[in-house]
């Protein structure tokens, strides 16, 4: 029945850009033949899973035919003990990509307009056009959030605005002297949503989380995840922290049983796991230092980051790196789809990841 989906669907969703996850490994293997493969592209913890996690996942095998607690109710108690909130201030979801959606259901009318920087997280615009909202993209300056130009970009129909922090790609933070002149000029009805998926990395203490102001009141959430830093990627969750109020409202929409009984489990008991998270971010520090080191001597242009993954400029066309390092069996992710041509961005590994890559990648650009 031709035509059907044309004239059936609803018009939203032929204006979106499908997000662009990095190329998984098993497509390479199959693909080019490659049996060593390394994955450098989505910004896991090279680490795994802390110890503690698989314990608690495989403490929950002889339970797979029970649903899961669709109120989350174990986790939310070690949430609020590790934050000094109630249980009742916490949104669970699956991945924060679902929590992004549940907040753009809850919140976004086909006349709303959020505010984001640009390049930054794809999701907070796909979200908003799947609702029929508005976007508007607010280019970077020095490749982190311009918060000046974000608030003269606010109008009447702003709705929500989106503070990646550090940004995904660039790895750079916004300061609290910036985050505290931007609130302080805001709207009491606009929403700040403070994407923190990459806190747990951050060393620079000129970094404020947007923690701050929801206990001064402001309309905030807080997301986190356990996708990074926790390597608990393949389990699919994350977590926003709010007001009562907002959390009871996003609730509404959300599905029942949409956090599995596993990630549950494991989420709870990597919160335990300090050891695993220092080693982690140990591990991070010294791939960053090792790579800063090589890129210089190599004359590349990088930003500084503040996360576990560093956007450098190859002076090549990324496609073309990108596929060159594929035979090799390394993974990256090119910049052209955050319109960098000549960039790649690169997850920080282990010591013996990160020296293929910069092995590969010097034979690559010496060609």
């Keep these: 029945m031709a035509g059907f989906v044309e004239r059936n669907a609803r018009k939203e969703i032929f ?19 490659v049996e060593d493969v390394i994955k450098m ?9 802390s110890p503690r996690a698989r314990e608690a996942i495989q403490a929950m095998l002889d339970d797979l035919h029970i649903y899961p607690d669709s109120n989350c109710y174990y986790l939310k108690q070690k949430l609020a003990a590790k934050y000094e909130y109630g249980a009742e201030n916490f949104i669970i979801g699956n991945g924060s990509d679902e929590l992004l959606r549940l907040i753009a259901e809850t919140f976004i009318s086909p006349e709303d307009q959020v505010i984001f920087g640009h390049p930054s997280f794809a999701e907070y615009e796909f979200m908003t056009m799947i ?6 993209a607010v280019k970077l300056a020095d490749f982190k959030y311009d918060l000046p130009a974000i608030q003269a970009a ?6 929500i605005v989106y503070i990646c922090n550090p940004n995904n790609p660039t790895g750079t933070i916004v300061s609290r002297q910036e985050i505290e002149d931007f609130m302080a000029g805001l709207r009491d009805d606009v929403l700040v949503v403070f994407d923190e998926a990459y806190y747990e990395y951050v060393a620079d203490p000129l970094y404020q989380s947007g923690l701050e102001y929801l206990e001064r009141g402001h309309n905030v959430i807080v997301l986190r995840t356990f996708s990074k830093i926790y390597g608990l990627a393949a389990l699919r969750i994350g977590y926003g922290i709010t007001t009562p109020e907002i959390a009871e409202a996003v609730n509404r929409v ?4 949409n956090v599995n009984s596993l990630a549950q489990a494991a989420a709870a008991a990597a919160l335990d796991d300090t050891e695993h998270l220092k080693r982690s971010r140990e591990l991070n520090q010294q791939g960053k230092e090792y790579l800063y080191q090589e890129f210089e001597k190599m004359g590349l242009s990088y930003v500084p980051t503040e996360t576990n993954f560093i956007f450098v400029d190859t002076g090549r066309d990324c496609q073309e790196v990108f596929q060159q390092l594929l035979p090799q069996g390394v993974i990256v992710r090119t910049g052209d789809i955050f319109g960098y041509p000549t960039s790649i961005r690169v997850t920080i590994g282990s010591q013996t990841e990160n020296q293929r890559f910069i ?3 010097k034979r690559i650009l010496e060609d």
Aim: glycine content about 12%; overall charge neutral.
């Design 359 to 361: 092995e590969n990648l």
């Design 254 to 257: 959300r599905e029942p049983f």
């Design 154 to 159: 606010i109008t009447e129909s702003t709705k």
């Design 41 to 49: 592209a989505s910004n896991e913890n090279p680490l795994g899973a």
């Design 131 to 136: 609702m029929g909202g508005g976007c508007q």
């Design 15 to 33: 204006r979106l850009k499908p997000y662009v996850p990095g190329k998984p490994i098993e497509e390479v293997k199959r693909e080019l033949g």
